[in-house]
């Protein structure tokens, strides 16, 4: 088993900016693609930026391309997603997800093995 655990939520300004951390414990993988995903009232679960087992390969939702950052680091088990110039509309619950196993990187949801309990954001206008 694999346990997710994200944290850097909060209420901010529109224009602001946060940075989520999506810490990893339990079954160890040397390859381990990563995601984030964000699920707004009333809205589908939605991916908003994957990253391969490396940290070489990332890919974004081009709601968020240019303004959010995926980074991870092996070392310590934990990967990061940096938001900044937060938009309104980018209110939403944000969960981080794995999948063991893969050196590629994965952008839909019902390809990953485990998640984590998600953590709030909230942008105010």
């Known amino acids: 088993q694999v346990q997710l655990v994200e944290s850097g939520g909060g209420l901010v300004q529109a224009g602001g900016s946060l940075r989520l951390s999506c810490a990893r414990s339990?079954?160890?993988?040397?390859?381990?693609?990563m995601g984030w995903f964000r699920q707004a009232p009333g809205k589908e679960r939605e991916f908003v930026a994957a990253?391969?087992?490396?940290?070489?390969?990332?890919y974004y939702a081009d709601s968020v391309k240019g303004r959010f950052t995926i980074s991870r680091d092996n070392a310590k088990n934990t990967m990061y997603l940096q938001m900044n110039s937060l938009k309104p509309e980018d209110t939403a619950v944000y969960y981080c997800a794995a999948r063991i196993n893969t050196f590629a990187v994965v952008t839909t949801s019902p390809d990953y093995d485990y998640w984590g309990q998600g953590t709030q954001v909230t942008v105010s206008s």
């Open positions: 990253i391969n087992w490396n940290g070489i390969i990332t």
């Open positions: 339990g079954r160890t993988a040397s390859t381990c693609a």
